[in-house]
């Protein structure tokens, strides 16, 4: 079967985490005999094609990004062109939705919806009604959670809505030796919403804070290394996989405090998890307190509350036994819930029973 996954980047171009689910998904169903190509927005203006792990990579012409989504007008006609049995969509992603609404009579489609649109939510009058008529038109609607499915306005009440988990490789992620190295971490692109204020002033309330590493890159790198002065905090831009999985595993938690809904789900967790390293992260409505459950997998705190975040970090500090009984938990959970080859398989299925008709018949 011909899939076409489509999103604005892919792993290794780019660091993030349904960047990485995109790559490690299209690896998945080339090994399961499909041929794979992942259409993204390009760098510049000149259209590339590559081969990466065994699947093709297209970079269309794009004319720069507003408010993170790429200005393209090419996404349309190399669906065309790549002839697909089935499109798989990954959103939000405007320009592609709008591309495909515009062919009417294209091939059928999946949708994963990762996340509401929260930062530009003031555009939500115009792009509001497209979206609902693009997630109508598609033969299936995945969700990554049932708490997401929920309580997101374009999810609840969908005919053509399943839930299916995203997963973490316990292969690539999987527990050291048991040492611990006195340090908590977060990793994650350097955004507002991932409640990195909060992380710093959480820092700043602990009379001897321990070590914190923080672990991505991005737009707040700078206010961060200024704000975090005097604190014991370690800034590795964009990390390899190799030195991310000795972080993950001789962290003492990793710590996700976001305070907005666009953090839908935390894959950082689960790749801790598989590390048999615990959660800190917050009760946010979505589905990031689902996969990291309070008190099996981690400690879970309120959004945008330093204090209960110091509390908790200080709990895990001065209880080993705790920190040992949730790092049990942790890599159970991440190896018997979230196991991401059966998970893909899933997604598999999805993507055969589209192209074959028979959501839609």
């Known amino acids: 079967m011909r899939i076409l996954e489509v999103y ?8 993030g985490g349904i960047e990485r689910y995109i790559h490690d998904l299209s690896v998945h169903l080339v090994a399961r005999g499909h041929r794979v190509g992942v259409l993204t927005a390009g760098r510049g203006l000149c259209r590339k094609t590559s081969t990466v792990s065994g699947f093709s990579v297209m970079e269309l012409p794009c ?10 007008f090419s996404y349309g006609r190399a669906m065309r062109e790549w002839r697909p ?6 959103l939000p992603m405007p320009t592609a939705e709008v591309a495909r609404l515009l062919e009417p009579k294209g091939p059928p489609y999946v949708a994963t919806y990762h996340s509401d649109i929260v930062r530009q939510a003031f555009l939500l009058p115009l792009y509001g009604p497209l979206l609902r008529r693009f997630l109508a038109g598609a033969r299936l609607v995945l969700a990554t959670s049932e708490r997401y499915a929920a309580t997101s306005p374009f999810l609840s009440g ?11 490789d316990p292969v690539r992620f999987s527990p050291g030796n048991g040492e611990r190295g ?10 507002a919403y991932k409640g990195i204020p909060v992380l710093l002033s959480a820092w700043k309330l602990m009379e001897n804070p321990p070590p914190l590493i923080m672990a991505g890159g991005g737009p707040m790198e700078s206010w961060i290394r200024k704000s975090s002065r005097g604190l014991p905090v370690r800034i590795l831009s964009d990390p390899d996989d190799e030195t991310l999985v000795d972080l993950y595993r001789k962290a003492e938690a990793l710590v996700l405090p976001s305070d907005k809904r666009s953090e839908a789900y935390g894959m950082v967790q689960l790749e801790a998890m598989a590390c048999g390293t615990p959660v800190i992260s917050t009760d946010l409505p979505t589905g990031v307190p689902w996969v990291n459950l309070r008190g099996e997998s981690g400690l879970v705190v ?19 036994a705790l920190r040992d009984t949730l790092a049990a938990g942790a890599l159970e959970r991440a190896r018997s819930v979230f196991h991401s080859s059966g998970l893909f398989e899933e997604v598999e299925k999805c993507l055969m029973e589209a192209a074959s008709g028979a959501p839609g018949s």
């Open 63 to 72: 004319f720069g990004r507003i408010l993170s989504n790429p200005v393209s």
């Open 158 to 168: 969908l005919k053509n809505l399943r839930v299916v988990p995203i997963g973490v």
């Open 8 to 15: 604005k980047d892919v792993y290794p171009f780019r660091r």
């Open 85 to 90: 049995d089935v499109v798989h969509f990954h």
């Open 182 to 191: 006195g340090f908590f971490l977060f990793v994650g692109r350097f955004r």
């Open 302 to 320: 309120p959004p945008g509350d330093p204090e209960a975040l110091a509390e908790a970090v200080l709990r895990i500090l001065r209880d080993p």
